[in-house]
């Protein structure tokens, strides 16, 4: 061997960890761009719940949980509408589906309004005020530093969003409101009715302001996006992280895993239709925040409700979106690959 060779050699036994070193530091900074990018893609998210009310909540608040690759939750709160008890109902709901999604006690409930907003809005400058919790976390979150605007997801009433609107006015700008309710432009709808002042607030304040629509019997809203008792009992049992100790459910059983509780909701409820099913309203609602090819957003002046009527406002510089059309198939196929092969959220 020459003593260039050598020479050759010693370079080449040189430079092999230097670009072992170089690939290395490369594969990180990748990575860590790749997470830093993803995180950025995340949506963060504020859910507000009457989570006792019936069974969709409970369901969208698992799809919530289990798309942690899609959402960073901000807080989870809970209100009280005319079914399922006083709040503190509602939060043990909440807290239930919490732990069945293994979720407890990283993830935490707060408590929102138990009334009305006209009864509420006058104290909110008080030490202590009805649905205080709530309202603080909601302007906290807003006010996170992060360039990423606060999605507000209420699927009940919206008395504890208009109050956090009222007190700090600031947050204005900083959240997107996507609420789901109303049968617009016929009146009525449950969401609705339990608190129109707070919509009608709302409707009058210049903050982003979505509704994805019900729209009771009808195909254009989320009432169309239904399960039936055959789906459930098919595709939901065992679904979920399994859990100890077991977590009592509201009907008197325990139960290891969300979908085995889901189950259990849907064989204790009122079925409609032919085959009988039950819609999933507010799961919809989560579906086109994380997805929103899956309805048709239609943009129109802000309307107002007077004596429980909507009254057009044409010449109204306000505007709001509506979403409609939702896409049932698709939701509801997304939904059960969701329990499937779940991803806790952060």
């Given amino acids: 061997m020459t003593i260039g060779t050598v020479k050759t050699n010693q370079k080449k036994s040189i430079m ?61 709160a809970v209100n009280r509408t005319k079914n399922g008890g006083n709040v503190s109902k509602h939060r043990e709901e909440a807290e239930r589906v919490v732990k069945l999604c293994d979720l407890h006690p990283k993830v935490k409930v707060y408590t929102g309004a138990n009334g009305e907003f006209e009864d509420i809005k006058n104290n909110t400058d008080q030490p202590t005020y009805d649905g205080k919790e709530a309202v603080d976390l909601i302007i906290q979150r807003a006010h996170a530093t992060d360039d990423r605007r606060l999605v507000l997801l209420p699927v009940g009433k919206l008395t504890t969003i208009a109050l956090a609107l009222k007190k700090d006015p600031t947050i204005i700008p900083r959240v997107r409101i996507v609420w789901l309710g109303s ?20 409707l009058n304040t210049d903050v982003d302001f979505e509704i994805a629509l019900v729209r009771y019997s009808k195909p254009s809203g989320t009432d169309a996006v239904r399960a039936t008792l055959e789906e459930i009992r098919t595709l939901m049992p065992g679904q979920g992280p399994q859990v100890a100790p077991p977590v009592m459910g509201r009907h008197g059983k325990s139960f290891t895993c969300f979908g085995d509780y889901s189950v259990d909701l849907f064989e204790n409820i009122t079925l409609h239709g032919d085959p009988p099913s039950r819609a999933l309203f507010d799961m919809a609602a989560v579906a086109i925040v994380k997805n929103p090819s899956w309805a048709t957003p239609r943009t129109i002046p802000a309307p107002i409700l007077k004596d429980g009527k909507w009254v057009e406002r044409p010449e109204n510089p306000r505007k709001i979106i509506l979403w409609e059309n939702f896409d049932r198939n698709a939701i509801m196929q997304d939904f059960y690959h969701s329990m499937r092969h779940y991803q806790l959220t952060d």
């Fill in 16 to 76: 092999k960890p230097i670009r072992l070193l170089f690939t290395v530091a490369f594969v990180g900074l990748l990575g860590a761009f790749s997470s830093a990018t993803l995180q950025a893609e995340k949506t963060r998210v504020l859910f507000d719940s009457d989570a006792n009310n019936e069974l969709d909540d409970q369901h969208a608040l698992a799809y919530l949980l289990f798309n942690g690759d899609a959402f960073e939750i901000e807080g989870i």
């Fill in 183 to 202: 049968n617009y432009p016929e009146p009525g709808e449950y969401n609705q009715v339990n608190d129109e002042p707070s919509l009608n607030s709302i």
